[in-house]
């Protein structure tokens, strides 16, 4: 049987050795295209990571260089309530204690004569109440209207004013910084000032949520209030939690904040009065949480033109949910100035 031997025959010579075969040629040249696209974005990367921190590292001193205001919070025992709510509410906080914005009051120059002596062992008066602070005594005072020569009818006319204080609203909110920037465009009508410090809160009135009090209510509550389990929930502030209810109508311990708007009181007798017909569910709004500044900080937001400070009537201020979101309301106010 013949055996069949196979020879492999090498390349004739040392130059044979050195030239590239064609496919070894063209993975060479696409491994070299593949590293330099490699490289190239590599270097692209880098850059934009080097630009992303650069911008990154001048906005951060920019900031630094802008006034840093903070949100402030009033003291529970400060704010407006609501009787009633204390109790079907989760997120309503204790009644409002307040000094008497009086004070004790001069004697007069007829004064009679001083009383005799307490017999022994009888109960000692009470001391004096103690002058509230000076903002709070500025807060009493009617605001400035802007055209002093002006003659105004707070019941019906909207117009500026130069003072900010409780039963005015601010407008506008334009290039407003941290935090207070969620509140451009906003109308926020102030309440009250606090006693301890020199603050001043109030709540927003254009800015509607997509909820209702039924969320809000327990079980109970429902039943309690059955005329307001529809109503639209209004979005305050950020300081939270607190409610705040806002009425066309009055009632047992309501606080007037201007002729025909009241704030707090009783949500039981305002139920009846729907009940009954006297007033409608829309005229009694409910805020859920509640925009607070040191007035120095406010004082400086109205000098940069942040805001318009103005006054106006109740029918202007608390309207039908439909006609009190955004930017509708906002312009219809500013249109009413004069």
């Known amino acids: 049987m013949p055996i069949k031997v196979l020879l492999w025959q090498g390349p004739s010579s040392t130059d044979d050795l050195k030239k590239p075969s064609p496919h070894a040629a063209a993975f060479s040249s696409s491994t070299s295209a593949l ?6 974005v590599s270097l692209v990367l880098l850059g934009s990571a080097f630009a992303a921190s650069t911008l990154f590292v001048l906005h951060e001193r920019e900031l630094e260089k802008q006034p840093r205001l903070e949100m402030h919070s009033v003291p529970m025992s400060e704010l407006i309530h609501t009787a009633d709510l204390n109790y079907d509410l989760s997120l ?13 009051p001069p004697p007069s120059r007829s004064s009679p004569p001083p009383p005799s002596p307490l017999p022994p062992g009888s109960p000692a008066s009470p001391p004096p109440s103690p002058r509230p602070p000076y903002w709070v005594i500025d807060s009493l005072l009617p605001p400035r209207p802007v055209n002093a020569g002006a003659r105004y009818n707070d019941t019906t006319d ?7 204080r409780p039963g005015t609203i601010l407008i506008g909110g334009k290039g407003l910084a ?15 000032v606090c006693h301890h410090q020199p603050s001043i809160f109030g709540v927003v009135l254009n ?9 809000a209510f327990c079980p109970s509550s429902r039943a309690k209030y059955p005329n307001f389990v529809n109503s639209t929930v209004r979005y305050g502030g950020p300081n939270a939690p607190h409610w705040t209810v806002l009425a066309r109508a009055s009632s047992p311990g309501a606080h007037a904040v201007v002729p025909g708007l009241f704030a707090g009181g009783s949500l039981l007798d305002l139920n009846r009065q729907v009940a009954r017909g006297q007033t409608v569910r ?3 709004a409910f805020y859920s949480g509640y925009v607070a500044w040191q007035l120095a900080d406010l004082k400086k937001q109205i000098e940069n033109g942040d805001w318009l400070v103005a006054q106006a009537p109740a029918s202007l201020l608390l309207k039908t949910p ?15 100035l004069k």
């Open 35 to 40: 590293l330099k696209r490699l490289v190239t």
């Open 92 to 104: 309503v906080v204790a009644s409002k204690t307040q000094p008497s914005p009086h004070g004790t």
């Open 158 to 164: 909207a117009y500026l004013v130069q003072d900010a």
């Open 178 to 192: 941290a935090p207070y920037k969620f509140l451009e465009g906003a109308t926020v009508l102030l309440l009250a």
């Open 207 to 215: 800015h509607m949520m997509n909820e209702s009090m039924d969320g």
């Open 282 to 284: 829309d005229s009694v």
């Open 322 to 336: 439909s006609a009190s979101n955004g930017t509708q309301f906002t312009a219809a106010l500013t249109a009413a």
